[in-house]
Antibody, heavy 122, light 107 residues
């Protein structure tokens, strides 16, 4: 079955760190660009990071640049998001999302995980 | 940053009716516009990519149109399972940005 499964969410204090993981299965993970997208409670979608299939390039919006780092281990079929200096406004469900076409960097998402909740609070 | 504006925020319709959702970009995104559907407690689902191309398995009642800055998602005849929130996303420029969503609710 083609799927993405996120893990690593939880409660963290402001200023703290957390690393999210996304385990991919059912497709050739190493061939696809991947991203993280978040959704604050009751709010819309916000893209937070992207990485090309071969790890050549990574991308971030200004809201997380310098605090979040996306990475991948193609040997383990796993995507990561290292989140540092967390703020209350980072509270959200974090989704892992897959690009649609192998070997390309088309930045939209044809497969999403179920998400993992990150809560930043003291 | 390209700002994506969706309207209306909420659309109240009955099953069988036609739904027309709008997405406007603050600058041209060419045809690099994507539509997703999200139901409560679920991840988003890809509906339409590059303005008018239905994703795999998406019923023909869903169609997309537009280019440049103005885009439309049309659901020709609403089925009970279509009541959800719909988001547009531009993939033309970094950062990738989403619209605020349109909720299609049962009237």
């Amino acid at each position: 079955e083609v799927q993405l499964v996120e893990s690593g969410g939880g409660l963290v204090q402001p200023g703290g760190s957390l690393r999210l993981s996304c385990a991919a299965s059912g497709f050739t993970f190493s061939s696809y660009a991947m991203s993280w997208v978040r959704q604050a409670p009751g709010k819309g979608l916000e893209w937070v990071s992207a990485i090309t299939s071969s790890v050549v390039s990574t991308y971030y919006p200004d809201s997380v640049k310098g605090r979040f780092t996306i990475s991948r281990d193609n040997s383990k079929n796993t995507l990561y998001l290292q989140m540092n200096s967390l703020r209350a406004e980072d509270t959200a469900v974090y989704y892992c999302a897959k690009g649609p076409v192998a070997g390309t960097s088309y930045w939209y998402f044809d497969l999403w995980g179920r998400g993992t909740l990150v809560t930043v609070s003291s | 940053e390209i700002v994506m504006t969706q309207s209306p925020a909420t659309l109240s319709l009955s099953p069988g009716e036609r739904a027309t959702l709008s997405c406007r970009a603050s600058q041209s995104v060419s045809s690099y516009l994507v539509w997703y559907q999200q139901k409560p407690g679920q991840a988003p689902r890809l509906l339409i990519y590059d303005a008018s191309n239905r994703a795999t398995g998406i019923p023909a009642r869903f169609s997309g149109s537009g280019s440049g800055t103005d885009f439309t998602l049309t659901i020709s005849s609403l089925e009970p399972e279509d009541f959800a929130v719909y988001y547009c996303q531009q993939r033309s420029n970094w950062p990738l940005t989403f619209g605020g969503g349109t909720k299609v609710e049962i009237k």
